[in-house]
């Protein structure tokens, strides 16, 4: 049976029993309006943990100016119902002064370096520094033995590693792969805003990162595989922030040079914007 919880106090004596009988305790953090992608996540710490949580807290303070906070749907009593059937055993629903009691402006901020200072980094100025805020406040309120993130977020992922290594929080973190529709598409709760005539369009997205990995790996210079998929998008309608081949620690590889690569790209396509990603080693 799901249990929902909008008190810190009794998160922390409900987490705290648990841990007393010996219990592993595992974590998913969401901002809601979930899909079969979130539950994956919740299945998964199931299987690294004895209890799971799942937060559902939509974070004012990783949308910039011009973005969609106030277009982010909420849809609570769904959200239940997916993680229950998901097999989470507490919903945890933090209000913003609970996550931020002296407002989301005046708060203590956690900022990562390095990692968050390309592709999503800028392209979204403050972006990350909110993701890794509001993370360390989950961590510290959920005290969780694993934390899963999904890998469609790539930078995202890469973010919270290096946060978690650099502060030493005693958390397992675990990367879950990414679920895609039929035609390819990876879900997204941004998916929804996709007219009729642009849902399809949507899945030439990972065409396109599964052509760059084919150029790559065929000892193409990177740069010209890039500028060829970004030529390829826009040819199809989408408004591309970034296509980027990466080592894993989103550095820039040497051509020539193997080892393990991931492809990201960025693009709006009408007024939705899609990220995707492709891990492959070249």
């Not at 939509?58 to 749907?73: H, I, K, L, M, S």
């Not at 990414?178 to 390819?184: I, K, M, N, S, W």
């Not at 040497?254 to 914007?273: C, E, I, N």
């Given at each position: 049976?799901?249990?929902?919880?909008?008190?810190?106090?009794?998160?922390?004596?409900?987490?705290?029993?648990?841990?007393?009988?010996?219990?592993?305790?595992?974590?998913?953090?969401?901002?809601?309006?979930?899909?079969?992608?979130?539950?994956?996540?919740?299945?998964?710490?199931?299987?690294?943990?004895?209890?799971?949580?799942?937060?559902?807290?939509?974070?004012?303070?990783?949308?910039?100016?011009?973005?969609?906070?106030a277009?982010?749907p909420?849809?609570?009593?769904a959200?239940?119902?997916?993680?229950?059937?998901?097999?989470?055993?507490?919903?945890?629903?933090?209000?913003?002064?609970?996550?931020?009691?002296?407002?989301?402006?005046?708060?203590?901020?956690?900022?990562?370096?390095?990692?968050?200072?390309?592709?999503?980094?800028?392209?979204?100025?403050?972006?990350?520094?909110?993701?890794?805020?509001?993370?360390?406040?989950?961590?510290?309120q959920?005290?969780?033995?694993?934390?899963?993130?999904?890998?469609?977020?790539?930078?995202?992922?890469?973010?919270?590693?290096?946060m978690?290594?650099?502060?030493?929080?005693?958390?397992?973190?675990?990367?879950?792969?990414?679920?895609?529709?039929?035609?390819?598409?990876?879900?997204?709760?941004?998916?929804?805003?996709?007219?009729?005539?642009?849902?399809?369009?949507?899945?030439?997205?990972?065409?396109?990162?599964?052509?760059?990995?084919?150029?790559?790996?065929?000892?193409?210079?990177?740069?010209e595989?890039?500028?060829?998929?970004?030529?390829?998008?826009?040819?199809?309608g989408?408004?591309?922030?970034?296509?980027?081949?990466?080592?894993?620690?989103?550095?820039?590889?040497?051509?020539?040079v193997?080892?393990?690569?991931?492809?990201?790209?960025?693009?709006?396509?009408?007024?939705?914007r899609?990220?995707?990603?492709?891990?492959?080693?070249?």
């Amino acid at each position: 049976m799901l249990e929902s919880v909008t008190d810190l106090a009794v998160l922390r004596e409900q987490v705290a029993g648990w841990k007393r009988e010996g219990l592993r305790v595992g974590f998913v953090p969401t901002m809601g309006n979930l899909h079969a992608g979130h539950h994956s996540l919740v299945r998964l710490a199931r299987e690294h943990a004895d209890r799971v949580v799942a937060s559902v807290f939509v974070n004012p303070t990783q949308f910039g100016p011009n973005e969609d906070f106030a277009r982010y749907p909420r849809t609570p009593d769904a959200d239940r119902d997916g993680l229950a059937a998901a097999g989470a055993d507490l919903m945890w629903l933090p209000s913003v002064d609970t996550m931020y009691p002296y407002g989301a402006a005046a708060a203590v901020e956690v900022r990562v370096p390095v990692v968050t200072a390309v592709l999503e980094g800028a392209h979204r100025p403050g972006h990350f520094d909110g993701v890794a805020t509001v993370v360390s406040r989950l961590f510290h309120q959920v005290q969780p033995d694993v934390a899963v993130f999904g890998r469609k977020d790539y930078q995202q992922l890469a973010v919270i590693r290096r946060m978690v290594r650099d502060l030493a929080f005693p958390v397992a973190v675990l990367a879950a792969p990414t679920l895609r529709e039929a035609d390819g598409l990876a879900m997204s709760s941004r998916n929804q805003f996709l007219s009729a005539q642009e849902r399809p369009v949507a899945a030439g997205i990972h065409q396109v990162l599964q052509g760059v990995r084919a150029a790559i790996q065929s000892g193409r210079s990177r740069g010209e595989v890039e500028e060829e998929a970004r030529r390829r998008l826009q040819a199809s309608g989408f408004q591309v922030d970034y296509v980027a081949v990466r080592t894993p620690d989103l550095l820039e590889p040497d051509d020539g040079v193997g080892g393990a690569r991931v492809a990201l790209v960025a693009a709006r396509l009408g007024t939705t914007r899609l990220i995707d990603n492709l891990e492959f080693d070249a």
